[in-house]
């Protein structure tokens, strides 16, 4: 077996500086990996690890991007959606769109829909950009999230409010 080639910080990543190890502490790293495939064509593959900057022998391990952005899709659908900071004008599209419903649909005293609609929009577009955006728009969207993103044991991501529960 040939060895997979690795191809260190020549490209740029999603979510790179942007998570904690919940380990060691360190910051999270990323490498693409390339694969040939039997057919001749090659497949590359986004892993996330521990710099190990703080821990050389820190036991993290690896992680590939499609499981980090599904953990990251369900942490989305939990947290309060004041946890998301999101940019302001995308906040004003949601609730001029709401103006708009108001006045048409005539939802007065329904203010409550109201609010389960807004919270609605904002999950489904942070989705979105999770999904299908690009690598400046996810880490905007990561980046905006008032609380820090920690991998921790057996991958698991978590939002950390405490930066002192951080295992240092
Ligand atoms: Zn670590």
Do not use: H
């Not at 992680?63 to 939990?78: A, C, F, S």
């Not at 109201?114 to 728009?137: P, R, S």
């Amino acid at each position: 077996m040939k060895r997979d080639r690795l191809v260190r910080d020549s490209k740029e990543f999603a979510f790179t500086k942007l998570l904690t190890c919940g380990i060691c502490g360190s910051g999270i790293t990323a490498d693409e990996k390339y694969k040939k495939l039997k057919n001749g064509n090659t497949a590359s593959y986004i892993y996330y690890g521990c710099t190990r900057s703080r821990d050389l022998s820190c036991k993290l391990g690896y992680i590939r991007e499609e499981e980090l952005i599904k953990q990251m899709l369900r942490i989305v659908d939990k947290i309060d959606i004041n946890e998301i900071g999101l940019k302001k004008q995308f906040e004003e599209e949601v609730m001029r769109y709401n103006r708009f419903q108001i006045s048409v649909l005539e939802m007065n005293g329904k203010e409550k829909k109201i609010d389960k609609k807004k919270e609605f929009d904002i999950k489904a577009y942070a989705k979105y950009i999770l999904a299908e955006g690009k690598i400046n728009e996810k880490r905007e969207l990561l980046a905006s999230l008032k609380s820090r993103l920690v991998l921790g044991k057996d991958k698991k991501l978590t939002l950390k409010k405490d930066e002192t529960a951080i295992g240092l």
